[in-house]
């Protein structure tokens, strides 16, 4: 057979076999059809497995593209960007260390970690270096071994915390990347060389710098900075949080986990949540705000967290009151749609904005309101048969995903809103070169509660997420910065818990499945973690038991 045939992206190509490794390259198709892709070809899908470019093929078959425009070949993207800075750091600071943080501002914010403040002509010489590096376009070697030898590897490397964490590692085969003489593990698939990385920037942040990749709109320019000074304040309070608690990493919490320390770990958490929580109802008390503007993606706690806020207003002798905002949808005919004709229950205009803000304000001042009832059967409004009339030490708590859009409460003064933004930010990640997104904490927590709450299987949660993703873009994630207070629900110590209940959930789902892909990466980092089987010590208000179960304050 001198030739195969393909069907790449639904259309059959043929391509010779090179004699020499008895197959085409991945990485030569990819070039062939790289025209036809808005991103940067990164990853190929063969037989529903995720398949690196440097893949030999050599049979008839398959192929779908993933390109950085597709959220598993923008991770395959940032990971060799990430690897590329990491050596250009290496190469320019003696003794220093690279950590790799969390997204910010439209990249990946890191830090560099050498005897004083990096400066702009810092920035200009690693971004000089990385050029270099992409040029000579050096080959990404992946070896595969063993875990006792890439662990003897890493140690010979003095990379003495990755060789530990690989301990952990719970299937044997470890996959081991060396470019240009640099040994690291990424959890995660690469590039076959330097030269793939196209487009990117830096920008000087803080203490660190954050890396940009190309834009979803042209892959030829970088994403552009956008400035997100709460949500990075947010992240650094977190941070020396996780410093002062001792768990800044997988490594240190599995071994507070062996050594039967997690009671205090635990403790600290929830009553740091305690106090954060505290420390915002006193502040909508003494700035006498009358509106409470609750917004969160999906599975950030938001119930939990409304009903702990509603006890603190209590104990500062206020008495708060919930609307729902389902309640005020449009009729369903009148309800927008999306791109593709479907009902966009999600869109500000599925409520009906005008009604909303009349009795708002009519209840801000003093006036009898009839609240209305949405019936979801026949699709419109019903009468409910209730009035509300509130006092002046009554906040109304209004929670919802439009919550920090201004459109919600347009008519409403500034004055009177007090804005919160929740999200379950991560604050540990595997090691100092391979993070832990705050999407993939909240996809386990929803998987977790989705079957134990509301009978859905791990497989359909993980295909209806790209859907609830994109609803946090469009309605949720532009508004964050509007917020006066950021809370970040996550709890350290809460993925070495969720582990014991999403592992079985995920690995029911078969090989054929449209989830699959997602659940064997998911998989793939929680094997890193201990698992957390006494949960004796989480308390039954604790965000966390939202998901898990045993929670006393919500259904």
Known sequence: MNSINLKINGKIQTYSINNEYKGVKLEDIAKANEEDFKGIITLGIINNKLKELSTIIKENCSIKFLDTTDIDGKRVYYRVLNYIFIMACEELFENTKVTVEHSLSNGLYCEVHINRNLNENDINKIKEKMNDIIKNNYEIEKISTTKDEAISIFKQNNMIEKAELLKYKEYDDVKIYKCNGYIDHFYGYMLPSTGYIKTFDLKLYKSGVILFGPSKENKDIPREFKPQPK???IYSESEEWSKLIGVDKVLTLNKIIENKEYGDVIRTVESLHEKKLSQIADDIKEQKKRIVLIAAPSSSGKTSFAHRLCIHLRVNHLNPVSISLDDYFVDREHTPRDEFGNYDFESIYAINLEQFNRDLKDLLDGKEISLPKFDFKLGKQVDSNKKLKINSDQPIILEGIHGLNPMLTSSISDDEKFKIYLSALTQINLDDHNRIP??????????????????????????????????????????QEEANVIFNSACLYELAVLKKYARPLLEEIKENSVAYIEANRILKFLQYFVELDDVSDIPSISILREFIGGSKIVD
């Open 231 to 233: 949500l990075s304040n």
């Open 438 to 479: 705050t999407t993939d904490l909240r996809l386990i927590r929803r998987i977790v509660r989705d079957y134990k709450f509301r009978g859905y299987s791990a497989e359909t949660t993980i295909m209806n997420w790209n859907s609830v993703r994109r609803g946090e873009e469009k309605n949720i994630f532009p508004f």
